[in-house]
């Protein structure tokens, strides 16, 4: 299941990146339940998402790779 938030964009942060603005919308670290890394992903963002979760305020967090079951010809959600 995947959920999204509709919010205002005056309620957000907004940075000017090099990839142009981005709007950011602080949320506490009680609200993040779990974090899903795409196919794409570099061993370097899971390695990072690895260091960030160690922080005591996401111990609850769980963490997961999508993989490809080639056999099966399905995309799977396992823990990291």
Do not use: C, W
Request: zero cysteines; aromatic letters at 4%; a positive charge.
């Amino acid at each position: 299941m995947e959920s999204r938030l509709l919010v205002e964009l005056a309620l957000a942060t907004v940075r000017d990146l090099p990839e142009g603005l981005r709007y950011f919308i602080p949320i506490g670290p009680e609200v993040i339940v779990s974090v899903t890394l795409g196919l794409r992903a570099t061993h370097q963002t899971q390695n990072r998402l690895s260091e960030l979760l160690r922080a005591p305020h996401f111990e609850h967090v769980k963490a997961f790779k999508i993989r490809k079951n080639v056999e099966a010809g399905i995309l799977e959600r396992r823990p990291l």
